[in-house]
């Protein structure tokens, strides 16, 4: 089977989007969990707010995994 | 000790394993009819296609409506997954890769430097896969919600228990703080819409034989647009304001905002779009991926790898399937809610 350059080096771009969204959402959750061991009744305005701010994150690493997925599964 | 033997005991199994793997793969080299290709088992997964495919030799063949000087229709058998060539009135259609295109009698392809077929394209109105799919989940839908209202006439009915706490789960949470507790009751509906619409479909799709619904872009891009749509009409004059003209800032600052406030218009529901379809594309494509695992290796111990990974995989993806509906429900309340303050 042949394997193409652009095939490995976009596998390498998905790792690394990867790898940023892994330390944003890292970054998120660990604020999130000391503002509610400071804060416990304000939990539930913190989870919701987390949760939208890893979405908004999520939402850009994922735009670089379909440039991927668009060029492997071409 | 016995720590020493541990180690070994796990260094030669997977080492054996490893070799047994190795042994396959020579085997399968010998032999090139059997090569299986995981690209494209996970395309067909992923893609919408003409005809659902239930089992190995079973399928469902669904209507094809095209355009092309008049209506034509006919079934997707007719194509017998794109062996056949299709006779309409002295017109010639030909299947390939879930496209349809229009051949003279013999079925010639044009092809440009690069490969890629150039044949004209009758517009395609078809019944496929995810649109078959689109009408059973409304019809899931209105099922639900119509025995839920009829339940209110009785008295002790417990069928609104668990969706009653959905509802005022995004009332409380969605609804209220992010579009005011005046304005809310106008758009709550809609937003209750998308949500079960949402849940129901990433639902569906984690099914054996469910088509992906929300995991195709052209649903998620129609599903951002109603919410672009919905922000632009009903956007007060505050939001225009500050998209071309923000105040109290300087005048340098001012211009240089303009461009990136008129981008963030579509940016943001473009974002909604690829933030759904990437969800649960990436979900299906990792699942599809652990079970091809077995079929790759050739070898019935790697089961022990594949299953359990597919199964964590799967609840996962009930999950995501839940915390996706929330936040392009959320999300698109926020946007909404920005638009709408006085």
Known sequence: M???????????????????????????????????????????????????????????????IVTVLLAVLK | MLYKKKISFLFIFFFGFSNL?????????????????????????INDSHEWHLKKNVYISLPIILFDKGFKLFMSSKFDHGNNLVNINNNYYRLIN?????????????RDNNGNIINNMPLDFSITKNVLTLIISIFILCLIFIKLSLSYKKKNSKTGLLLEYIFFYIKNEIAIPNLGIKKYKLYFPFFLTL???????????IFPIGPNITGNISVTLSLSMIIFFIIIFSAKKKYWKHIFWM??????????????????????????????????????????????LIFIFKNIYSIIISIPFSIFILLLEIMVAFLQAFIFTSLSALFLGIAIKD
């Open chain 2, 247 to 292: 105040p109290k800032v300087p005048l340098i600052i001012k211009l240089l905002l303009i461009p990136i406030e008129i981008f963030g218009i579509f940016i943001r529901p473009l974002t909604l779009c690829i933030r759904l379809f990437a969800n649960i594309t990436a979900g299906h494509i990792i699942l599809i991926s652990f079970i091809s």
């Open chain 2, 98 to 110: 879930n496209k349809i295109y229009k051949t003279n009698k013999f079925g010639f392809l044009k």
């Open chain 2, 21 to 45: 793997t190795c042994l396959h793969s020579q085997k399968l080299n010998f032999n090139k009819k059997i090569t299986f290709n995981p690209a494209f088992f996970i395309k067909s997964h």
């Open chain 1, 2 to 64: 042949e394997i193409h350059l652009y095939v490995g080096l976009s596998a390498i771009g998905a790792g690394i989007a990867v790898l940023g969204a892994g330390l944003g959402i890292g970054k998120i959750g660990s604020s999130a969990l000391e503002a509610i061991a400071r804060q416990p009744e304000a939990s539930n305005k913190i989870q919701t707010a987390m949760i939208i701010s890893a979405a908004l994150l999520e939402g850009a690493s994922l735009f670089g």
């Open chain 2, 195 to 205: 949500f079960f619409f949402i849940l129901i479909n990433n639902l569906i799709g």
